[in-house]
T-cell receptor
Framework: DAGVTQSPTHLIKTRGQQVTLRCSPK?????VSWYQQALGQGPQFIFQ???????QRGNFPDRFSGHQFPNYSSELNVNALLLGDSALYLC????????????FGSGTRLTVV | DAKTTQPPSMDCAEGRAANLPCNHS???????VYWYRQIHSQGPQYIIH???NNETNEMASLIITEDRKSSTLILPHATLRDTAVYYC?????????????FGTGTRLQVFP
C-alpha cells in the first residue's frame, strides 16, 4: 500500500519565481494538509484541503495557495519566492471520517537562492 | 504556539527503555495527546495517541497522568533506529480534521 508521495524531492528556485509542489495521498485518504518545516524547527501548518476546498489555513500569506483534485491529490503553489521560503514542505493525508493519525510524505526540499 | 513542553534532547542506551516526558498543563477536556516522531530526512510518523487512559501499541506505550497535565512516551527496548525527534501534540481528535501544532520536540539519541 503506497503511502504519501511527494514530488519533486528537491528543488532550487530563484527569488521572485513561482513553484508548484505535488502530493498524492495515501490510498483511501481524502484530506490533504500541507506543512512547512524550517531547519531545526517543527512543521508549521499551511492549509488543509477536503472535497477540493480549502478548509483550514494557518498563518501564511496569500502567496501560498493550493488545490485539490477530484482524485484527492493536491498541489501547493508559492508565488514571488523569498529566501525565507527555503524549507522542507510536507504533505500529510488523512481520512476525514475516521482513522487515527496523519500519514506524512517525505517532503520536498525547496531552496530559494 | 505549541501547547506542550518537552526537553530538547535525551540520550538512551540501546536495549534500554526510553522515557520521553511531555508537559501539557493547559490541556482541555476534549483534547487528545498525540505523539509523532521524525527520523532524519523523513516526514513525521504517527506513534500513538490517548485521551486519559494509558495506551499501548506495537511501537510504544503512552502513560497519561490522572490530572492529564503531563504524559510519558515509553519505548520499551530502544534501538538505534529509534533515534529521531519526538513530538508531543495536543489536539481535539486531530486524526481527521484538526491541524497539528508542532513544537520543537525532543531529539532522542540512542547509542550502542
Amino acid at each position: 500500500d503506497a503511502g504519501v508521495t511527494q514530488s519533486p524531492t528537491h528543488l532550487i528556485k530563484t527569488r521572485g519565481q513561482q513553484v508548484t509542489l505535488r502530493c498524492s495521498p495515501k490510498s483511501g485518504h481524502d484530506t490533504v494538509s500541507w506543512y512547512q518545516q524550517a531547519l531545526g524547527q517543527g512543521p508549521q501548518f499551511i492549509f488543509q484541503y477536503y472535497e477540493e476546498e480549502e478548509r483550514q489555513r494557518g498563518n501564511f500569506p496569500d502567496r501560498f495557495s493550493g488545490h485539490q483534485f477530484p482524485n484527492y491529490s493536491s498541489e501547493l503553489n508559492v508565488n514571488a519566492l523569498l529566501l525565507g521560503d527555503s524549507a522542507l514542505y510536507l504533505c500529510a493525508s488523512s481520512l476525514r471520517a475516521g482513522g487515527y493519525g496523519y500519514t506524512f510524505g517525505s517532503g520536498t526540499r525547496l531552496t530559494v537562492v | 504556539d505549541a501547547k506542550t513542553t518537552q526537553p530538547p534532547s535525551m540520550d538512551c542506551a540501546e536495549g534500554r527503555a526510553a522515557n520521553l516526558p511531555c508537559n501539557h498543563s493547559t490541556i482541555s477536556g476534549n483534547e487528545y495527546v498525540y505523539w509523532y516522531r521524525q527520523i532524519h530526512s523523513q516526514g513525521p510518523q504517527y506513534i500513538i495517541h490517548g485521551l486519559k487512559n494509558n495506551e499501548t501499541n506495537e511501537m510504544a506505550s503512552l502513560i497519561i497522568t490522572e490530572d492529564r497535565k503531563s504524559s510519558t512516551l515509553i519505548l520499551p527496548h530502544a534501538t538505534l533506529r529509534d533515534t529521531a525527534v519526538y513530538y508531543c501534540i495536543v489536539s481535539p481528535r486531530g486524526y481527521n480534521t484538526d491541524k497539528l501544532i508542532f513544537g520543537t520536540g525532543t531529539r532522542l539519541q540512542v547509542f550502542p
